[in-house]
């Protein structure tokens, strides 16, 4: 994956102003978004997704304009091709784990296709929540929730996930097991990876090119073994 990010937002409110400057480019199949909260990965994160229109700049991934105010382009997130998993999972209370799982494949009127229920069918498997098909999202588990955001992220075969702070309303050991459940998956499918997170762990686990914020800017692109050596001197 090759990415390029070169974007300006600026933020007022009655008490505060913010202002997101963040500048970089990676061609690593695993990037961190790495920071404390507030400094803006989650606006970057968003900006690629097409969730959120930069004042200035733009986005590319793998040679492709996802936005560039110079041109006036801005592709919608539907035309991106990019899974999303927000933080809170964001999964509809009214429709089943199947429903969730499907909605982005399911037309505006009518039923899906034979070979998009066959897809739903197969990622279910996959993320081992097949059992729960007719179970609304609040009678299932918090890690049952994930996989069932995940499975809806990655049903459509997108050219790349984005994960904001996937891991943090789970407990510690939760957290390992579906590191290493969502590790496994992603090498299978060769899906390339963006992740928000403030967990040093979570960026020891991944790896990868690790894009460091603080105050609305990127400090510096590093390697995760150089951030993960600098946080052990530190200690």
Known sequence: MRITVGIEKAYKSATRG???????ATSDNRVVLFGPSGSGKTLTLRAIAGLMRPDVGSIT???????????????????RKIGYVFQDYAL????????????????????LSRANADRVDRIMELFAIAALAEVRPARISGGQ?????????????????????????LDIPLRQKV??????????LDIPLIMVTHDPADVAFFGGDVVTYAE???LEVMRSEVLRSTMVRVA
């Open 179 to 188: 590191r290493v459940e969502l590790a496994g998956i992603l090498s299978r």
């Open 92 to 111: 509809f209370p009214h429709l089943t784990v199947r429903q969730n799982v499907a909605f982005g494949l399911r037309p505006l009127f009518g039923r």
């Open 216 to 218: 609305g800017k990127v």
């Open 18 to 24: 913010f202002h997101l400057a963040a500048q970089f």
């Open 61 to 79: 991934l793998d040679g492709r304009i996802l936005c560039d105010s110079a041109k006036g382009v801005f592709l919608p997130p539907r035309d």
């Open 145 to 169: 929730r994930q996989r069932v955001a995940l499975a809806r992220a990655l049903v459509g075969e997108p050219r790349a996930l984005l994960l904001d702070e996937p891991f943090s309303a």
